[in-house]
């Protein structure tokens, strides 16, 4: 939510700070903004605009910003006022002196402006972040280097946020902020990056350094700083990138979300590299739970949002089934506010793509106050969540651009299969050579994508009938129930139109009567070794037909028994029912990435969303 660059060196920043925004603006697209400080004359200059960051290449060609080496950028989802230019970032202290960007939300912004108005401020939106620009600025017209003025700023916020300032008067330095809202710098040579995430500087470099919760860091084209809001040095963990630019880029395809969609075979295969050890038994490195803890273990909670909820629905089949562990899944934001009941025997399971999701920081927080163990499955490599969590599967799929999860989920699903199997190596609730099956059964699933992935050309044409459809029904049962209601969300999200999942055994207990002629129904029919689901699923879509529903079928190859009832049949590979939905996803994202496409909408940046969302 909101991507945020800093650049100080060489390079003329304003290239670099609009790259850096292009390559996060699936960050939030509501209004785009740029500063920089210009050389020899202790001034800035600003350019922003509302709307997606095209609107401020226009603004900066019709006129251009000065040569600068120093700057800062932003591309906003709105919280605090909407979508104007008024309110795009950067904002900037009464003297035009400091320019400050933010992501998060200043919890106690209304009485910071009172006061600030009532000593003469004067504010030009509505924003809670302009009131930091001007805080800095008092601080820093007081005597004391932005730094200083940051600490000290920081100390007075309350809520979430991630800043960064630029000075007029100091132009070689650049100073960020962070508390519960991501921050990353980038470690160049004779110049240094800030940003949401890598994706701000991956063109440049691939090292980075990694800022914990509640400080503050400086960079200058040389050197990099980290301190508390106290004042007291502190530092931060350098890493390496493990993807590069290309990773960043669309390759040919016309959406990021359909490039990802076609890399899962590859981030699937890259899920499971190295997870056996040398004796043959599942090895995960990240772990850092002794066996003796997860022995101690008598309940696991597994805590997300959005698609890495659905993630975590499959998760408690396949832990149930295999470890004997009973699991509960809870949305991330309703977990703390309902009490719940963990403790030092619970695992609290946090899953989550980015890291950064406030919901599931939050959530798991307040699960560590409680004592019990937290482990994420994580795909951002130095973000929050894996930080603050005692263990962590990551699941290395890469940089996930489209707004639409695709790639990030079936690599959660990974992780979490991977999570169950070696759960059940420690209890011993099953055999060794069982244990060998299941991994060998997913190291084949890349194929069986690929598999899916051939048919992506019916499923389009199939799509594009859809155009005027107003409503769509999932139905799934077992592991495919959280699949139907993925189904449902990666078209309310992109093509804006009325989509539901709903278990297959429940829709007699209401739904039903949504039925009428022509609802298309999109069914995901279990495996045949699982004679009873597979029989009531059927039930289930002959009811459905019977009232008039055109029924679109996912079953697998040589399932006949399901042909008198679909109307249109997609066929899956044969794969074990628990790891189907890795599988039976495929051709729900390829249907929602071509309705929306065929209806004109910004597939890789929806309306109304953003992708990573650090606001609770
Ligand atoms: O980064 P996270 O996995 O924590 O994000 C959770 C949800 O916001 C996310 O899955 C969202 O639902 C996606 N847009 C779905 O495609």
Redesign the pocket.
């Known amino acids: 939510m909101c991507g945020i660059v800093g650049y100080v060196g060489d390079q003329p920043a304003e290239g670099v700070i609009i790259e850096g925004l292009r390559r996060m603006d699936y960050r939030g697209y509501d209004s785009a903004g740029i500063a920089v400080l210009v050389p020899g004359e202790s001034s800035l200059e600003l350019r922003k605009k509302a709307g997606k960051l095209a609107n401020l290449d226009k603004i900066l060609a019709e006129e251009p910003l000065p040569a600068a080496t120093t700057g800062i950028g932003h591309t906003r989802w709105a919280t605090h006022g909407g979508p104007t230019d008024a309110n795009a970032h950067p904002h900037l202290g009464e003297e035009r002196r400091v320019a400050v960007v933010h992501n998060g939300i200043i919890e106690n912004f209304a009485e910071l402006r009172a006061e600030l108005e009532s000593a003469g401020h004067h504010l030009h939106s509505e924003t809670d972040t302009e009131i930091a620009a001007h805080l800095l600025e008092l601080e820093v017209a007081g005597g004391v280097d932005l730094t200083a003025a940051m600490e000290r700023v920081c100390s007075r916020l309350e809520g979430a946020f991630t800043f960064v300032a630029v000075d007029a008067a100091d132009p070689e330095r650049i100073v960020g902020a962070r508390r519960n809202s991501p921050l990353v710098v980038g470690l160049g040579e004779g110049e240094n990056f800030l940003g949401s995430d890598v994706a701000a500087f991956i063109e440049h470099t691939r090292e980075a350094l990694e800022i914990d919760q509640d400080k503050v860091v400086t960079i200058t084209r040389s050197g990099v700083s980290v301190t508390n809001f106290d004042g007291t040095p502190s530092e931060g963990r350098r890493y390496h990138v493990d993807w590069d630019l290309s990773a960043a880029q669309k390759d040919g395809f016309d959406w990021f979300m359909r490039k990802e969609i076609f890399e899962q075979p590859r981030a699937v295969a890259d899920a499971l590299l190295g997870r056996r050890g040398l004796d043959g038994k599942l090895a995960l490195d990240e772990m850092r739970l002794s066996d003796d803890e997860l022995r101690e273990i008598d309940k696991i909670i597994i805590i997300?949002?959005?698609?890495?909820?659905y993630a975590g629905m499959v998760a408690k089949y396949a832990i149930e089934h295999w470890c004997r562990i009973p699991v509960e899944v809870e949305l991330?934001s309703e977990f703390r506010y309902r009490d719940p009941i963990v403790d030092n025997g619970t695992l609290v399971v946090a899953?989550?793509?980015?890291?950064?999701?406030a919901d599931?920081l939050q959530a798991i927080r307040h699960a560590r106050i409680q004592r019990s163990k937290v482990l994420a499955i994580c795909?951002?490599n130095g973000s929050t969540?894996p930080r603050e969590s005692d263990a962590v599967i990551y699941t290395h799929a890469g940089p996930e651009i489209g707004?639409?999860?695709?790639k990030?989920?079936v690599t959660?699903l990974v992780a979490c299969y991977l999570l169950a199997l070696y759960l059940a190596q420690v209890k011993g609730t099953r055999f060794g050579d069982e244990i060998t099956q299941v991994v060998a059964q997913l190291e084949g699933m890349p194929a069986a994508i690929e598999q899916v992935l051939g048919q992506a050309d019916d499923i389009y044409a199939l799509a594009r009938e859809y155009t005027e459809a107003p409503t769509f029904l999932f139905l799934g049962r077992h592991a495919g129930y959280p699949v139907a209601l993925e189904g449902a969300?990666?078209l309310k999200?992109l093509a804006y139109r009325h989509a539901e999942g709903f278990a297959a055994g429940e829709l007699k207990h209401g739904p039903i009567a949504l039925v009428e002629d022509g609802l298309p129904v999109l069914c995901i029919v279990p495996p045949q070794g699982r004679d009873q689901l597979h029989d009531k699923m059927l039930s289930g879509i002959q009811e459905v037909r019977a009232r008039g529903a055109r029924t679109i079928v996912l079953a697998e190859a040589g399932d006949e028994r399901v042909t008198p009832f679909a109307d249109v049949l997609f066929r899956l590979p044969k794969v074990p029912v628990l790891l189907q939905p890795l599988v039976a996803v495929v051709p729900l994202q390829l249907f929602a990435c071509e309705l929306a496409t065929a209806m004109g909408h910004d597939v890789d940046q929806p309306r109304n969303?953003a992708?990573?969302?650090t606001v609770e």
Do not use: D
């Open positions: 997300a949002a959005g698609t890495s909820f991330s899953i989550s793509q980015s890291g950064e999701t599931t795909n951002t969540i707004v639409a999860s695709t990030g989920y959660q969300l990666k999200e969303l992708k990573s969302v």
